[in-house]
């Protein structure tokens, strides 16, 4: 079954390039979708809301046209504002993990309280959600 976005769950975001480096350092956080729209544009458009946990200036939701350019079992690729034709950024958007967190977001892996397990993906989906309920989204 291929992978497919569902409004309400969280799920890892890697941005390429993201907003630091001079060439391809990517940007990560947890993300969790508020919207997901098929454009019904014939070329795999889609339209999301999705909430970024990771900017400097706090958490923040943001809409997003992406084109998908492949997808998996666990992830898509896709490249962002494809109705801008001069981007060169995509994103990989995947099921979140334990394993992500604590590879991509090591100060979310700390601030999650008690211990996760590899495979607890409905804990680990309820424990974003605690951790960021009290934030503005």
Same mark, same amino acid.
């Given at each position: 079954?291929?992978?497919?976005?569902?409004?309400?769950?969280?799920?890892?975001?890697?941005?390429?390039?993201?907003?630091?480096?001079?060439? *391809?350092?990517?940007? *990560?956080?947890? *993300?969790?979708? =508020?919207?997901?729209?098929?454009?019904?544009?014939?070329?795999?458009?889609?339209?999301?809301?999705?909430?970024?946990?990771?900017?400097?200036?706090?958490?923040?939701?943001?809409?997003?046209?992406?084109?998908?350019?492949?997808?998996?079992?666990?992830?898509?690729?896709?490249?962002?504002?494809?109705?801008?034709?001069?981007?060169? =950024?995509?994103?990989?958007?995947?099921?979140?993990?334990?394993?992500?967190?604590?590879?991509?977001?090591?100060?979310?892996? =700390?601030?999650?309280?008690?211990?996760?397990?590899?495979?607890?993906?409905?804990?680990?989906?309820?424990?974003?959600?605690?951790?960021?309920?009290? =934030?503005?989204?």
């Amino acid at each position: 079954m291929a992978f497919t976005l569902q409004t309400g769950r969280w799920y890892g975001w890697q941005m390429i390039p993201g907003y630091v480096g001079e060439r *391809c350092v990517p940007f *990560c956080c947890p *993300c969790q979708m =508020r919207e997901v729209m098929p454009l019904k544009s014939g070329n795999g458009q889609l339209r999301v809301e999705v909430w970024l946990t990771g900017y400097a200036e706090g958490v923040q939701v943001m809409e997003k046209v992406l084109q998908v350019l492949h997808r998996s079992a666990h992830y898509l690729v896709a490249r962002m504002d494809c109705d801008n034709q001069h981007t060169d =950024r995509c994103v990989v958007i995947s099921e979140i993990e334990a394993g992500w967190i604590e590879q991509f977001c090591p100060h979310v892996w =700390r601030a999650l309280a008690g211990p996760m397990r590899e495979n607890d993906s409905g804990s680990i989906q309820q424990r974003l959600t605690a951790l960021f309920s009290h =934030r503005p989204g």
